[in-house]
């Protein structure tokens, strides 16, 4: 089983992710934003991070870029609305800062377990 940390500000969204990822036997972590996700991360090292990036606080950006500082080779995937907007630029810079994928809200949950599956490498770690 791989551990994986989701960060969301949203309880409904991490309450969905948590489910569909023990569902599909992982074992997860779960912060309500990007300070308390990287103290989760220090302290448990998760084979994965699914982290939004529009959050009070500690936002996803400076998450996923303290986290690739900490772990150079962490699988993060990054999903985010846009925020009011609907702004991809988001996506694209978490893209640029490390996150191994980008998945644009509302997230498909078939799609995003295919992509934890392709990060985990399909082995249940």
């Known amino acids: 089983m791989a551990l994986v940390l989701v960060i969301d500000d949203d309880p409904q969204m991490r309450r969905t992710l948590t489910r569909l990822l ?27 991070v699914i982290t939004d990036l529009i959050m ?23 999903i985010s609305g846009g925020g009011m907007t609907q702004d991809p630029r988001f996506l694209r810079a978490a893209q640029r800062l490390g996150a191994d994928i980008v ?13 934890v599956d392709s990060l985990l490498g399909g082995a249940q770690g």
């Open 22 to 48: 023990k569902a599909n036997d992982h074992h997860v972590l779960d912060a309500e934003d990007g300070r308390e996700g990287l103290g989760m991360y220090r302290g448990h090292c998760p084979d994965l």
């Open 103 to 115: 998945m644009q809200k509302p997230v498909k949950m078939a799609e995003l377990m295919g992509a």
């Open 56 to 78: 009070p606080g500690v936002e996803g950006i400076e998450t996923i870029r303290e986290i690739r500082r900490q772990t150079p080779e962490a699988k993060v995937i990054a």
